[in-house]
C-alpha cells in the first residue's frame, strides 16, 4: 500500500483556498496515521483537513464514510465531527501538486484532547454505551444504493493480501514466536468461521474505536465523548469495536476490568447473548494480531513511533495465554451466565 508523499503538507496548503481560507491561514498538523490531519485556521475560523494516503480509499468511500459519520451526529447519541463542504460544494476534494492528486475532506474542530491524552476523564462503560449506540444505528440504517466501504473479515485482517500488511514481518518476533502466533491465528480463523456473520453479530462498524480516537474536554464539568476518525469503518463483526477499544494494552493486568465496565455500558443499551461473550478473547487477540502487523507496514506513523520495545514479542506471548490459559479473561466472557 502507498504511503502519503512526504510534502503531505503542500497538499493540505493547496486545499486552502476550496475551503475559503487564505493561502497564509495558519495550518498545524495534528496527526500522521494512514492520513495526515492538519488543523486550517484564521481570524474567522477553524476547520480540520484530512490529506488522504493515496490508493487507501477511492472518493466514494470517504464520501460514505463522512455520509455515516454525519447520520450518527443527527439521528443518535453519539457525537461526531461535521463534515464541511467546500466552497463549490464538493464533500471530498481532488488536490493536485507537481502532477499529483491527492483526495481531501474537512470536519469541524472538536475541542480538547483526545482520551488517550486525557483518559481519567472517561470511563470504559461510557466507550461501552456509545459503542452500542452506534451499532444500533448500523443494524437499522438504510445504507444509500451508493454507499462503498470495505469489508474487515478474517482474510481482510489475516490473511495472504492482509490490508494492514503480515504481523510475520514485525521485527522481534522469533521463530517461536511466529509458530505459537501461527496456531493462534489457525483457532481465531476456526472459531470465527464457527461463529458466523449474521445481522445479529456483523455490520457496519467504526472498526477503530481506540482512546485516540474519542475527543474529550476535560474542562468541561461533564465532559463529552465525541468519536472521531472513521476512516477504518466498515463492514465486520460488532466485537471487532470492543477489540478496539483495549488497543495497545490488550495484555496489561488492568484490561479485563476495563472491558467488564465496557461490558456494563453496552449490554444497558443492548444485550450481548453468551456466545457472543464466549468470542471476547478472541476478538482481543484478532486485534492484538491486527495491530501487529499494522506496526510492521506504518514504521512513520505517529502510533507505530510510540510503542514499546516489548508490544511485538509481547503478542506472542498474548497468544500463548490464549491457546494454554483458559483463565484468561474467563470473567468477562461468563459475565452474563454469572449475572
Known amino acids: 500500500m502507498p504511503g502519503l508523499p512526504p510534502d503531505h503538507r503542500a497538499f493540505a496548503l493547496e486545499a486552502l483556498p476550496r475551503y475559503g481560507f487564505a493561502t497564509s491561514a495558519s495550518l498545524r498538523l495534528l496527526s500522521l496515521s494512514e492520513n495526515a490531519t492538519y488543523l486550517a485556521e484564521d481570524a474567522a475560523r477553524q476547520l480540520v483537513l484530512r490529506v488522504h494516503r493515496p490508493g487507501y480509499h477511492p472518493i466514494e468511500a470517504i464520501r ?67 459503542t452500542a449506540h452506534l451499532h444500533e444505528h448500523s443494524t437499522r440504517w438504510r445504507a444509500p444504493a451508493d454507499f462503498v466501504r470495505f469489508t474487515w473479515d478474517a482474510d481482510a485482517i489475516l490473511g495472504p493480501h492482509a490490508r494492514w500488511g503480515q504481523w510475520r514481518e514485525a521485527r522481534g518476533l522469533s521463530s517461536e514466536d511466529c509458530a505459537d502466533i501461527d496456531r493462534a491465528v489457525q483457532v481465531i480463523t476456526d472459531r470465527l468461521a464457527e461463529f458466523g456473520t449474521g445481522p445479529d453479530r456483523f455490520g457496519l462498524v467504526h472498526a477503530d474505536l481506540r482512546l485516540a480516537n474519542l475527543m474529550v474536554d476535560p474542562s468541561s464539568d461533564l465532559p463529552a465523548i465525541t468519536v472521531i476518525d472513521f476512516d477504518d469503518c466498515g463492514w465486520s463483526w460488532h466485537l471487532t469495536d470492543l477489540g478496539s477499544a483495549v488497543s495497545w494494552i490488550e495484555d496489561k493486568p488492568e484490561t479485563e476490568n476495563l472491558i467488564d465496565e465496557w461490558l456494563r455500558g453496552y449490554t444497558a443499551v ?70
Open 270 to 339: 443492548r444485550p450481548l447473548p453468551d456466545d457472543h461473550l464466549a468470542l471476547i478473547p478472541t476478538f482481543v487477540l484478532l486485534r492484538r494480531i491486527h495491530l501487529t502487523a499494522w506496526v510492521a507496514s506504518h514504521s512513520d506513523a505517529d502510533a507505530a513511533l510510540g510503542i514499546a520495545d516489548d508490544f511485538v514479542p509481547g503478542t506472542a506471548s498474548l497468544a500463548r495465554r490464549y491457546l494454554d490459559d483458559p483463565s484468561w479473561l474467563r470473567r468477562v466472557t461468563v459475565r452474563t451466565s454469572a449475572a
Open 64 to 130: 460514505s464514510e463522512l455520509r455515516w459519520m454525519a447520520a450518527l451526529g443527527t439521528e443518535t447519541p453519539v457525537s461526531t465531527p461535521t463534515p464541511v463542504a467546500a466552497v463549490d460544494g464538493a464533500v471530498v476534494v481532488g488536490v493536485t501538486v507537481d502532477g499529483r492528486t491527492l483526495l481531501v475532506d474537512a470536519v469541524t474542530v472538536i475541542p480538547g484532547c483526545t482520551a488517550e491524552e486525557s483518559p481519567a476523564v472517561i470511563d470504559f462503560a461510557t466507550i461501552g454505551s456509545i
